[in-house]
Nanobody, 114 residues
Framework: QVQLVESGGGLVQSGGSLRLSCAAS????????MGWYRQAPGKQRELVAV???????NYADSVKGRFTISRDNAKNTVSLQMNSLKPEDTAVYYC????????WGQGTQVTVSS
């Protein structure tokens, strides 16, 4: 059974940092373009960062320069380092392939207070 489990969210003050992790079972993440998504209340889910098998990355303009996506193929995990957090980063964060082909996990809540 394919499963993605996100962790690492929490409550942080504006300007703070968090590191999110995504652990996979039943699928080898190394062969996929992986992404971190987020969904704020009342908004559509958006893709904020992607990482390709070779390690190249892309970011949404809203997080560029503040977030860093990385992957550890040996551990079958993908991470998102989030620095200089802003209240508008508040959302539930999910990982998935860039095409969203895997059943969505529960996500991890990130709340940034002003």
């Amino acid at each position: 059974q394919v499963q993605l489990v996100e962790s690492g969210g929490g409550l942080v003050q504006s300007g703070g940092s968090l590191r999110l992790s995504c652990a996979a079972s039943g699928i080898s993440l190394s062969i996929y373009v992986m992404g971190w998504y987020r969904q704020a209340p009342g908004k559509q889910r958006e893709l904020v960062a992607v990482i390709r098998s070779g390690g190249s990355t892309n970011y949404a303009d809203s997080v560029k320069g503040r977030f860093t996506i990385s992957r550890d193929n040996a551990k079958n995990t993908v991470s998102l380092q989030m620095n200089s957090l802003k209240p508008e980063d508040t959302a539930v964060y999910y990982c998935n392939t860039a095409s969203g082909m895997v059943p969505w996990g529960q996500g991890t809540q990130v709340t940034v207070s002003s």
